[in-house]
Structures are given as structure tokens and as C-alpha cells.
């Protein structure tokens, strides 16, 4: 096989007004498939954070056929994250004149698509142990 550089195509969004803990479940979801059946599984997650997600993958889907004339159907979703992002830090009354803050959390999600099989990217060579019982 030859050695072809790797094409990485890269969109993020920043800021997203949603907490990281949140967007995760739907990031973690995603993560290895092909880019279709990324997009079909979003399209009817109910979390409020499926449509940002989708959003992103729209756009990474767009930058690859634009930038690298790349074919979408041979694309998977090599790498997503979800990271926090700044906090907006608000206060809220409370009994006796005190005040609780209210943190407001933010998420930047990265994605990268790469030209793959579905699952090449998350199975790893892991050996697996098994425990043999010697007292049969």
C-alpha cells in the first residue's frame, strides 16, 4: 500500500450554550460511524443537543466536498469531542438576603471526518484476558 497523506477534514463549533455533560451523550453516540448513519441517528435523538451536533457534522460534511472534493458517503467520523467551554457565572436571590450562583455552562465541540471504514477508528487491538479456572 501506498503512503497517501491522511485527509482530515476539521469544523468546530464554539461556545455552544449548553453544558459539556450534556452534549457528550450525544457526541459519544456518533463517535466511529460513517458519516449517513451519523446523520440518521441524529436526525431522531431526542436530546436538544442532537441539532447543534448535527449542525457541525452538516458543516464538516460541506468543508469536505467543497475544500477536498471528497465523497460523503466514504466518510466516518473519526474524532468528536465535546470540552467545556467559559462558564457565565450569574447570582440568584435567596432567603435571608444571601445569594447562590447560577454557572451557566458553555461547550466547544471539535470534529474530524477522515476517508475510512465504519469502526476502524475506535477498535483497538486489545488483548483480552480470560480468566481459566484451575480447580474443575
Avoid: C
Avoid at 457526541?27 to 446523520?39: F, M, P, Q, W
Avoid at 443537543?49 to 471528497?70: D, G, R
Amino acid at each position: 500500500m501506498e503512503n497517501q497523506p491522511i485527509i482530515e477534514v476539521k469544523a468546530s463549533l464554539r461556545r455552544l450554550r449548553m453544558a459539556p455533560r450534556k452534549v457528550r451523550l450525544v457526541v459519544d453516540y456518533i463517535r466511529g460511524l460513517s458519516v449517513g448513519e451519523a446523520e440518521k441517528r441524529l436526525k431522531f435523538l431526542k436530546k436538544d443537543a442532537a441539532l447543534p451536533v448535527l449542525k457541525l457534522l452538516k458543516s464538516a460534511i460541506a468543508n469536505a466536498q467543497h475544500n477536498f472534493q471528497l465523497e460523503p458517503d466514504k466518510l466516518i467520523v473519526k474524532r468528536i469531542t465535546a470540552d467545556g467551554g467559559m462558564t457565565l457565572k450569574r447570582w440568584r436571590p435567596r432567603a435571608f438576603g444571601r445569594a447562590a450562583p447560577i454557572r451557566k455552562r458553555t461547550t466547544h465541540i471539535n470534529l474530524i471526518l477522515a476517508v475510512g471504514t465504519p469502526g476502524e477508528t475506535t477498535k483497538k487491538n486489545i488483548k483480552i484476558k480470560k480468566s481459566v479456572n484451575t480447580n474443575s
